[in-house]
């Protein structure tokens, strides 16, 4: 969704409100892609400042499913997104310090792109379903924060079964 800014830059003082409906079932960040659970319309309200400047607002809430580092569980994150700033359009291809800018570009403004990026810089560097998660069983993939296999994990670690794996070809090839 895209929004044309010259008619109200060209306009003095214009104020342009509206809702902007965003249809996004998914985010998609680095590969991985995280279900949009809920998501309110983007309120936009548009203010020409004279001399090609922009005083954009925009508010929304979105909620995103995000799988839990150890047990791959999903957790709900609800976001009250609002983003305040002064834009000089004229300068948006150009001017280093709007370069992490993306969502504008030729007199247009794309919805899309700003929700992209608003969500992008939120999302959490950890995220466990609880503080003690106790993860996945790495021998049978059962959830042990529902119950416990009961499977061997004394090799649980990676580099340990790697050992154990050449240990025990070692001795098959002997
Ligand atoms: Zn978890
Ligand atoms: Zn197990």
Known sequence: MEIRLSDILSVPNRVE????????A??????ISYEITDMSPVHLRLTNLGSQRL?????FMIEIAI??????T?????YEI????????DKS????????INYMKEYQLDIDMLVYEEISVRLPMKNLCKEDCKGICSVCGANLNHKE???DRKVADPRMSDVLDIFNNYFKEV
Do not use: S, T, W, Y
């Open 55 to 59: 005083h954009l607002e925009a508010q």
């Open 26 to 31: 998914a985010f998609k960040n680095r590969g």
């Open 149 to 151: 296999c009961g499977c």
């Open 82 to 89: 609002q983003v305040d700033k002064k834009l000089d359009v």
């Open 74 to 78: 999903d957790v709900k994150h609800r």
């Open 67 to 72: 799988p839990c580092d150890r047990c791959l």
């Open 93 to 100: 291809e150009d001017d280093e310090d709007l370069d992490d």
């Open 17 to 24: 409100e509206m809702d902007v409906a965003i249809d996004m």
